[in-house]
């Protein structure tokens, strides 16, 4: 059975850094894309960055040039470093992980809150 675990949510300051890790267990299969989404109150779940088995990354307009995704292939881990955060920034993030087998599983989500 798939498992992501989650971590390094917090709090944060405006302008601050924080480090997010979603590190994917539970199956010999290999991972494809996987990508990083946030939900704030109120909205709708958005695509944040996303990075293929390639190394290849797409990232949301909102945060090109402020976070950058990342991914181990041997820790089947994918990290997502955010940089001079803004209050929009809060929100639930979740990692989602997509297996060439095409399953999707995704995170539990971790809790990120930017102010002052």
């Known amino acids: 059975q798939v498992q992501l675990v989650e971590s390094g949510g917090g709090l944060v300051q405006p302008g601050g850094s924080l480090k997010l890790s979603c590190a994917a267990s539970g199956t010999v299969f290999s991972i494809d894309v996987m990508d990083w989404y946030r939900q704030a109150p109120g909205k709708q779940r958005e695509l944040v960055a996303s990075?293929?088995?390639?190394?290849?990354?797409n990232y949301a307009a909102s945060v090109k040039g402020r976070f950058t995704i990342s991914r181990d292939n041997y820790k089947d881990t994918v990290y997502l470093q955010m940089d001079s955060l803004k209050p929009e920034d809060s929100g639930v993030y979740f990692c989602?992980?997509?297996?060439?087998?095409?399953?999707?599983?995704w995170g539990q989500g971790t809790q990120v809150t930017v102010s002052s």
């Open positions: 990075i293929a088995a390639s190394g290849a990354t």
């Open positions: 989602n992980v997509q297996y060439y087998t095409g399953d999707v599983h």
